[in-house]
């Protein structure tokens, strides 16, 4: 039987016992009813009355190629967490990557909807012209990892290294989206915070049970770290980012891999 | 809104009490409804954070309690399943830690 997650006698969710709290996050049913609090109302990711005001051609230009290769990292993860399942070392796992699952397939739903939004009347075929050989190159490798059945690699390579670049990447471009793309956006990040959280911690508690395993993904972290680099470069500059803007973001994506004692 | 209501006078003697809080949902809504009070957005420009308040490192959400938090506490973070201990930092300020 399942831990349930009982109320605390203190009433206050922080005085759970530690496995009570995994076990509870882990659950379909809390994805549910988390996921339920902010798409509830939403049609193709955003409000319906959201007006969808016209972007000037250059603009409309620039976003289609941004939405493009988000949804190449989409794809990327949905085809890498749904791989992911089969090696997952146990039910918690299994339960929260299947979950990951359902919020790849909408994200990658909602862009290719908002390509259509946009004009885009074959999104797939766009999506291949004008898809970043640097992220093409990324799900290459981070599949391979997922087909050779290394947990550790490959939770690495998707759900620290792709889905903190979305996360810092996301959150910064909402910020100066047109309406309609920054709502979808901010729903995107909603799911990107439990997917990066379940990254980090994973990793973190399998590095704390084997630190040998540092040094093997600080070369895997080498290896790909360029990639996903060129890939936020190009992405800052279609949406416009500053180059401090850019900078910082480049520091925010690096900050797990240096609490996972990676940098080095 | 975060509001002080009493002092928990069950703390260990070299402890001065700690405030205690009523929590009040603040809109947050990653979570389920009955988790959401724990939890808020941080504002950026203009906003603190509240004795019982600390930010999650790994998401950038608040967490809150129900109680006054102090250097070695445990804080879960809902939205990103992390758990977190407490520390005080050089400055004087109390920030969350990953605990793996």
């Given at each position: 039987m399942p831990v349930r997650a009982p109320e605390p006698s203190s009433g206050?969710?922080?005085?759970?016992?530690p496995q009570q709290f995994l076990e509870e996050v882990h659950s379909f049913e809390f994805w549910f009813q988390a996921v339920e609090g902010y798409l509830?109302?939403?049609?193709w990711g955003h409000r319906p009355d959201t007006p969808d005001e016209p972007l000037v051609p250059a603009d409309r230009e620039r976003l289609i190629s941004v939405l493009c290769n988000y949804c190449v990292g989409e794809t990327a993860a949905l085809e890498g967490s749904s791989g992911l399942i089969a090696i997952a070392p146990n039910r918690l796992s299994k339960i929260f990557l299947s979950t990951q699952v359902a919020d790849e397939g909408r994200h990658l739903e909602v862009f290719v909807r908002r390509l259509r939004d946009l004009g885009v009347a074959d999104p797939e075929a766009e999506i291949e012209r004008r898809a970043s050989r640097s992220l093409l190159l990324f799900k290459r490798r981070l599949l391979e990892l997922v087909a050779s059945k290394d947990w550790e690699a490959a939770i690495f390579a998707q759900n620290v290294i792709l889905e903190s670049l979305e996360f810092v990447v996301f959150t910064s471009h909402a910020e100066d989206a047109d309406p309609v793309t920054a709502e979808v956006l901010k729903a995107v990040i909603k799911d990107e915070r439990r997917h990066i959280g379940f990254g980090e911690n994973e990793l973190g508690r399998r590095l704390a049970d084997s630190p040998h395993s540092r040094a093997r993904i600080a070369q895997i972290r080498k290896e790909l770290d360029h990639l996903v680099l060129d890939t936020l470069e190009e992405t800052s500059g279609n949406i416009g980012l500053d180059r401090s803007e850019h900078d910082r973001l480049g520091r925010v994506y690096l900050e797990s891999v240096e609490r996972l004692g990676l940098l080095r | 809104m975060t509001k002080p209501v009493q002092s928990?006078?069950?703390?260990?003697?070299?402890?001065r009490a700690r405030q205690r809080f009523i929590l009040e949902d603040t809109?947050?809504?990653?979570?389920?409804k009955k988790y959401r009070k724990f939890y808020r957005k941080w504002k950026a420009t203009g906003d603190a954070l509240a004795p019982n308040e600390v930010i999650c490192?790994?998401?950038?959400v608040v967490i809150r309690s129900s109680r006054e938090l102090r250097p070695g506490d445990r804080v879960y973070c809902m939205p990103c399943m992390s758990r977190l201990i407490v520390v005080r930092t050089d400055a004087g300020t109390l920030e969350a830690h990953v605990a793996y």
């Open positions: 206050d969710i922080h005085d759970l016992e509830s109302g939403l049609t | 928990d006078t069950t703390s260990t003697e070299d402890e809109g947050f809504d990653e979570v389920p490192p790994v998401c950038k």
